[in-house]
């Protein structure tokens, strides 16, 4: 794999998208990722694993326009309310809430993780279809259509964590619908 070149396409990319071009390594994305973005602060920095290099290049692509349009935090934050937002607002309502009908703690304790299990999704999947659209505003709604549908053929196969934001996240099928 010849990181320079991704690195090119990503600043390439980071251009057409107009943000700062986030740094490319070659190291261990989560298991069943061809890359991932990591966020280290401001700074936001693009994992190409080795399975990367066997994707078609149209894919290549793909990932990597969808690495840089997530790497614009201010335009992602538009997209949907922020999770320190949701979890504040899901605070501040389950503490009234607990204030106006003496509710007891654990009471209290669990109407906001169910609040939080409730509006994480939500906030992720506008988001996601947020990146969706952008990405196929900067690079035509063709890749993004052809992106998905190798994605619906190839599901990632994660593990953990991942495995749960994959199964919470819009099927391929709705992200495709909601392009158009």
């Given at each position: 794999?010849?990181?320079?070149?991704?690195?090119?396409?990503?600043?390439?990319?980071?251009?057409?998208?107009?943000?700062?071009?986030?740094?490319?390594?070659?190291?261990?994305?989560?298991?069943?990722?061809?890359?991932?973005?990591?966020?280290?602060?401001?700074?936001?920095?693009?994992?190409?694993?080795?399975?990367?290099?066997?994707?078609?290049?149209?894919?290549?692509?793909?990932?990597?326009?969808?690495a840089v349009?997530?790497?614009?935090?201010?335009?992602?934050?538009?997209?949907?309310a922020s999770?320190?937002?949701?979890?504040?607002?899901?605070?501040?309502?389950?503490?009234?809430?607990?204030?106006?009908?003496?509710?007891?703690?654990?009471?209290?304790?669990?109407m906001l993780?169910?609040?939080?299990?409730?509006?994480?999704?939500?906030?992720?999947?506008?988001?996601?279809?947020?990146?969706?659209?952008?990405?196929?505003?900067?690079?035509?709604?063709?890749?993004?259509?052809?992106?998905?549908?190798?994605?619906?053929?190839?599901?990632?196969?994660?593990?953990?964590?991942?495995?749960?934001?994959?199964?919470?996240?819009?099927?391929?099928?709705?992200?495709?619908?909601?392009?158009?």
């Open positions: 794999m010849d990181i320079d070149k991704v690195r090119l396409r990503v600043e390439e990319l980071s251009q057409r998208f107009d943000v700062n071009p986030p740094d490319v390594i070659y190291g261990e994305p989560p298991q069943g990722a061809d890359c991932t973005l990591k966020r280290r602060g401001k700074n936001s920095l693009i994992v190409i694993g080795a399975t990367f290099d066997v994707l078609p290049e149209h894919m290549q692509d793909a990932d990597l326009a969808w349009a997530a790497s614009d935090r201010t335009r992602l934050r538009k997209e949907g999770t320190q937002t949701a979890a504040g607002i899901g605070a501040a309502a389950g503490t009234v809430v607990a204030f106006l009908f003496d509710l007891p703690v654990p009471v209290v304790v669990a993780a169910l609040l939080c299990v409730a509006v994480v999704p939500i906030i992720g999947r506008q988001q996601i279809y947020g990146m969706d659209r952008r990405v196929a505003e900067v690079c035509g709604e063709e890749t993004i259509h052809c992106a998905l549908k190798y994605y619906q053929e190839h599901p990632p196969q994660m593990r953990g964590l991942y495995q749960l934001a994959m199964k919470i996240q819009p099927s391929m099928v709705k992200r495709a619908a909601r392009i158009g």
